[in-house]
């Protein structure tokens, strides 16, 4: 079965509605990198998946590292990807400078988290080392129509515009 022919309640498959995982999103190691792991949840309550570098990588000050994961993806129709930064990594300094990242349905290559380190020496990021968080969104239809926008409510101002 191809990924655009999965099994899923919105792309009409006979999916077992008692099935706790319905949907399925299919990956494709490179093939420079056939050994790199699946996303995986790190505990049953985690709202997203872990992605893993698949190479080790080397992160600075003033520089955007793109680090290798190894994989691509795709989603299930009417969905996409999106990738998070990881909490433990920030407070090392390591941050995902495009944040939520967004893997769209049509993107087919290689998934890279563009990271920086905000202080302290350079630092290694190791071959897999947790990386980043994915999460599977649903790809809501909507049309945008102009019009006049209108406040609800005397909200004015901008950025900081409801205090702190």
């Known amino acids: 079965m191809s990924p655009s022919e999965a099994p899923g309640p919105s ?24 050994e790199t792991p699946l996303p995986r949840r790190a505990t049953p309550g985690s709202a997203c998946f872990d992605l893993s570098c698949a190479e080790d990588a ?29 909490s433990g990594l920030s407070t090392q300094g390591v941050v995902m ?11 087919a290559l290689e998934v890279k988290v563009p990271l920086t380190l905000l202080f302290g020496p350079p630092r290694w990021i190791r071959r897999g080392e947790r990386i980043a968080q994915m999460r599977l969104v649903e790809d809501l239809p909507a049309k945008f129509r102009p019009g006049e926008v209108r406040a609800e409510g005397a909200r004015h101002g901008g950025f900081g515009s409801t205090g702190r």
């Open 11 to 34: 792309s009409g498959g006979s999916q077992d509605p008692d099935d706790p995982l319905p949907w399925v999103v299919w990956v494709e190691a490179v093939a420079d990198l056939p």
């Open 97 to 107: 400078v495009n944040a939520p990242g967004t893997i769209d349905r049509d993107y």
């Open 58 to 86: 080397r992160v600075e000050s003033g520089q955007v590292t793109l680090v290798r994961t190894g994989l691509k993806f795709k989603p299930p129709r009417g969905f996409f990807l999106e990738v998070r930064p990881r």
